[in-house]
Every structure is written in structure tokens, then in C-alpha cells.
């Protein structure tokens, strides 16, 4: 919850932490993310490590050349309506 003095409170944390301390999020109606910069940070390493552990390929490259590599494969990317 955010209120009028530029704070918010953290729901992973339960900190109450200044706006600036949580990435913006255009989608959310506060224009942050509920987590803040340091849990969301916390939350990325946990799962890189745990990926990175359980053997599982972890993934570095982008959207771009993720759709690079499918269309190298003859596959063709899904796309949403062309009308």
C-alpha cells in the first residue's frame, strides 16, 4: 500500500520503504512493483542458483535471440493476429 508521502510497504518484506526503492511497473496502478528492489533482487538469485543447481539450462539471452534460434530451428514464432 502506498501512501501520500512517497512510501510503500514491501509485501515480501513488510518494510514501509520509499518509492524509490521499488522498480517501476507502468501495468501497476501505483506505477511500482508490489516487492521491493531489494526482495525482487533476492527473489532473481534464489532462482538463478536454483536453476543453475538443479541442472536445468539457465537462460541469459534475450527474447530477440530466443526467436533467432526457434526460427533457425523451422519452427515459426507464435504471433497474435495480423488484424
Known amino acids: 500500500m ?3 508521502n512517497g512510501y510503500h510497504v ?3 518484506c513488510n518494510q514501509s520503504l520509499t518509492t524509490d526503492q521499488f522498480h517501476r511497473n ?3 496502478k501505483i506505477g511500482i512493483n508490489s516487492i521491493c528492489k531489494e526482495c525482487s533482487n533476492a527473489l ?3 532462482r538463478y ?3 543453475k543447481l538443479s541442472g536445468q539450462e539457465v537462460e541469459t539471452t534475450t527474447n530477440h ?3 533467432n534460434v526457434s526460427e533457425a530451428s ?3 514464432p507464435l504471433q497474435a493476429n495480423a488484424f
Open 2 to 4: 502506498s501512501d501520500s
Open 65 to 67: 535471440e530466443t526467436q
Open 74 to 76: 523451422g519452427e515459426l
Open 49 to 51: 542458483e536454483s536453476r
Open 10 to 12: 514491501c509485501t515480501k
Open 26 to 28: 507502468a501495468t501497476k
Open 44 to 46: 532473481a538469485r534464489h
